[in-house]
């Protein structure tokens, strides 16, 4: 702090200026003067944060980024001038042609023009004439001497201010092209004519609305059937004859139901024994065998249009008992042809209650457990539909295409699973393409999802362009767990079996090692949580626990043939049935007999037929069996093949035990040697 003198005459400057010292300056001794404080500058941004954390997908954690970008602008401005010193500059001056002397010349008359200036200030007359002779003598001696170099002076001022040319934003002036001057032409419309509205909406008026569009509807077709009936006038007589046979049917439409009982009814006396026959014949010789049983035929369903097309799934429905779903394809892929779905009733074997013809083969269906008159379908050329029983349209209710995600290959399984969270209906299926897909029926579309993809383990190969391609297996048959909802198994062609869940949709929880050839089939027991059961075309129907540390199965049948399909069944945790190639159902209780069939049968007449599946009534003690030419056979299970008191159930907890106890005689030797 400083404080100014009292001298009034002098100027500021000549002033005395004494140090004043604040009261409360801070006192520092010479050690506390002379020490150093460091400070560093660093390049680090202080407001950037330091605790990102995001989540890592391949780890499957949140994780700390430890990158963080510091960088930050305050000012930034692109500019198009280059310095004058500067060694482009330079180079745009030479090819300009300056040379070092232009240079010299400016600065001469520079300093020429800096004297002339300086005597105009002084204003001094003698001085003015003897200062100005000197800076022409220097100018005079100057030229003479470019003269004798043989160069000519240039000007000293557009040396100076000569604008220097960017190279990067250059361009001459022939190749620039003339601009035209913008003119403006501008019209005014009339604004739109508006109007205020406002009216109160109640259900009334609403109401009211839609009643005037009905009638307004109604008249405009009274109208265009009165031009109609004017424009055709001469085609009276064939209407008469459409009219006539309309009304036709709508008589036979009128009996419908009164002729459908008749024939039911007319059935009866025809099939008079083989009613009988299921409901009361037992096999009384069972009692005098140790351990095996015997098939009745009862039934025989065929349809003559379906007689050339195999059977390719059989399913019963949940509510009638009495009726069974029937799907019709061919499993020759080279004659391929239009399939049928056809729904029967044991009461009436002698026709099919429903046809629905369909362009490409069915190859699975599958009846929704809580809604009967809905089956899902899988079809050949890789679509799926669903059907609506209640309707009288053949033509099914939903349907997918290639726009709607559509299965490449043939469709194997189809199966209906409990509704969404939105409560909409939904079912899956799997196909040869590789992909199990979830189907959503969603107001009138048929929305789908990707649950998994079945790939192949190290079949991972280099593509074009350093891509990898992953192989997708053949998934041929899977089957939910009957309590874990999201827990399912998957069956391929390359003989193993997945165990999947719903929620994982990149990786399997378990694989099995299970054939050497395609599974056809594998199925949960209805009892026990943790077995199942699979078959395949390597001739071998294996039992599998897989909660079983060694991924080894419990029990191996080998059948002598390919096992087209195997089925639980429902009243028994031990009990369970296939079919082969040769003709023949194989019944098993393990429960019985661990190591041989309680029942071998042939069925079919024809040796070159084969059976390609077989279903359990979950009421009835009868079983459906399909062949490879359209027929379907019923037959019934004498008593030892079933249970020998139906008033005595068994409960879950005795058909648990009673497995475990079959599952502990084949784990003990395994766990003996272990120790």
């Known amino acids: 702090m400083t404080e100014v003198g009292d001298q009034v005459h002098g100027e500021e400057w000549m002033q005395t200026k004494t140090l004043i010292k604040p009261d409360d300056q801070l006192e520092l001794t010479e050690a506390e003067m002379k020490e150093e404080f460091t400070r560093i500058l660093t390049a680090n941004n202080p407001h950037a944060p330091k605790n990102i954390v995001r989540y890592n997908f391949k780890e499957k954690c949140f994780k700390q980024t430890s990158h963080v970008d510091q960088l930050a602008i305050h000012f930034s401005l692109d500019g198009n001038m280059i310095h004058k010193d500067s060694d482009e500059a330079r180079r745009q001056q030479s090819k300009q042609g300056a040379s070092e002397d232009r240079h010299s010349v400016s600065k001469h008359s520079a300093i020429s023009e800096q004297a002339i200036s300086e005597v105009d200030e002084e204003k ?5 004439e003897g200062e100005a002779e000197k800076p022409e003598g220097e100018a ?3 030229g003479e001497k470019q003269e004798e170099e043989g160069t000519t ?3 000293g001022k557009g040396s100076e201010t000569g604008k220097l040319t ?4 250059f361009s001459e002036r022939a190749s620039q092209t003339y601009n035209n001057p913008y003119r403006e032409r501008g019209t005014a419309t009339e604004p739109p004519p508006r109007a205020n509205f406002s009216a109160t909406a109640n259900q009334w008026e609403i109401y009211d609305a839609y009643i005037e569009d009905l009638e307004r509807q109604a008249e405009e077709k009274a109208k265009e059937k009165k031009q109609s009936s004017l424009s055709k006038k001469d085609d009276d007589k064939n209407k008469k004859k459409v009219t006539a046979l309309e009304t036709q049917s709508d008589d036979i439409s009128r009996i419908s139901k009164a002729s459908k009982i008749v024939e039911r009814m007319v059935n009866q006396n025809t099939y008079d024994d083989i009613a009988q026959d299921f409901k009361y014949w037992e096999d009384v010789s069972d009692e005098y065998r140790d351990q095996d049983g015997t098939l009745l035929p009862l039934w025989k369903f065929s349809y003559d249009k379906a007689k050339r097309l195999a059977v390719t799934s059989l399913c019963w429905n949940p509510k009638y008992k009495d009726l069974f779903a029937v799907g019709h394809g061919s499993y020759d892929f080279v004659k391929q042809s239009p399939g049928k779905l056809l729904l029967y009733t044991l009461k ?22 809580e809604h009967p008159y809905l ?32 299965h490449t290959d043939p469709v194997w399984q189809i199966c209906w699973q409990k509704d969404d969270l939105d409560n909409n209906l939904n079912f899956f299926s799997i196909s040869s393409d590789g992909r199990v897909v979830q189907w959503t029926l969603v107001k009138n579309e048929l929305t789908y999802t990707d649950v998994i993809e079945l790939k192949l383990e190290d079949s991972i190969q280099e593509g074009p362009e350093g891509t990898q391609i992953t192989t997708l297996s053949c998934g041929t048959c899977f089957d939910f767990h009957k309590k874990t909802d999201y827990q399912f198994l998957v069956g391929t062609e390359e003989g193993k079996i997945h165990k999947c869940s719903k929620a994982y949709s990149s990786q399997f929880l378990d694989t099995f090692d299970a054939h050497h050839m395609a599974v056809y089939r594998v199925q949960w027991n209805y009892f026990h ?26 029990f191996t049948f080998d059948l002598g043939n390919s096992v087209g399909d195997v ?13 082969t190639a040769d003709g023949k159902v194989h019944v098993y209780d393990l429960s019985v007999n661990k190591y041989e069939p309680i029942c071998e049968q042939a069925v079919v007449q024809k040796k070159k037929t084969k059976l390609t599946h077989i279903v359990f009534n979950p009421d009835h003690p009868i079983i459906l069996v399909g062949d490879d030419r359209g027929y379907v056979t019923s037959m019934k299970l004498s008593p030892n093949l079933r249970k020998k008191n139906p008033k005595k159930k068994e409960g879950l907890e005795e058909q648990i035990a009673k497995m475990n106890k079959l599952l502990d005689l084949v784990r003990e030797p395994i766990d003996s040697n272990k120790k």
């Open 124 to 128: 001094k007359e003698d001085g003015e």
């Open 140 to 142: 005079e001696e100057a």
């Open 153 to 155: 002076p240039a000007p």
């Open 166 to 169: 960017n190279q990067f934003n």
């Open 348 to 369: 009436n074997p002698s026709f099919p209650e429903c046809i629905y013809d369909t362009e490409s083969g069915v190859m699975c269906l599958d009846i929704h457990p």
């Open 375 to 406: 089956v899902a379908v899988g079809f050949y050329d890789g679509s799926v539909a669903v059907f609506n029983l209640t309707n009288d349209s053949t033509k099914p209710m939903y349907q997918s295409t290639a726009k709607s995600g559509k």
């Open 529 to 554: 949580p943790n077995v199942f059961l699979s078959c395949s075309a390597d001739w071998s129907v294996k039992i599998w626990d897989h909660t079983y540390p060694k991924k080894e199965p419990m």
């Open 567 to 579: 089925a639980w069944a429902p009243y028994s945790s031990t009990t369970f049935a296939a079919v």
